[in-house]
């Protein structure tokens, strides 16, 4: 976007701003794919001076946070796992994720600057790098932070100790794409997972003491009604 800022800006080509799409006389014109950004730490924060915190509106539904002041984090771009449904294409295929220590500074300035109590993970799969996600948590008890968060994961990734230490270091809900209660569907998709992974995550998520919320979806490649009702019987 600040290539394409910069272009109009100055005037110049602009088939020389990359992952882009325009029209010019007439005729679409895509230009070639922008390349990923690969160190995220090199990215600096959000420009939060330019965001009224006070003012930000927090969802009526409940269940959507437990502490305000509450902000959105990004700490990952691009998802591994190949799932048939996904749009890979806006982050890419590559997953890329930023350091615990640069994570951490930017919670720090968050906690002093704006008294934020709570923040929610919006990576596509927070938990993609199981190293980081231990560092992460030690860095949080090592520093004595007072920060609740939440965060979405796979339940292939989630296992019973990994899951006690981000309880203690303030995880508070976590949110599972399960996708079908159909072992055939499951395959169909290729999400990867079984049945038996689901129940055993979302009983150690409970005996964690770990909100846990699931994702469904309807109309899967080759679903029947009766599928359909054995999703539902799951999910119950």
Known sequence: ??????AIENKSDLRNVDGI???????????????NITDLDSIPFPAYHLFDVDRYKYSPFPGQFFKIPMLN??????????CVFCDRGTMGDVYRFRSAENII????????????????FHDDTFMANKKRVYDFCNLILNKQLNILWRC?????????????????AGLVSISFGIESGSEKILKNIRKGITKERVRNAMKWCREAGIETKGFFMMNLPGETVDDVEETLRFSR
Do not use: H, W
């Open 152 to 168: 979405a994961s796979r339940v292939d990734l989630v296992d019973k100790e990994t899951l006690v230490l981000m309880r203690r």
């Open 73 to 82: 984090i990004m700490t990952s771009r691009g998802c591994p796992f190949k």
């Open 1 to 6: 976007f600040r290539s394409l800022v910069n």
């Open 105 to 120: 500074s930017e919670i720090e300035f968050l906690m002093q600057k704006y008294g934020v109590k709570e923040l929610r």
């Open 21 to 35: 799409s325009y029209i010019d006389k007439g005729n679409v014109v895509t230009t070639k794919s922008r390349k």
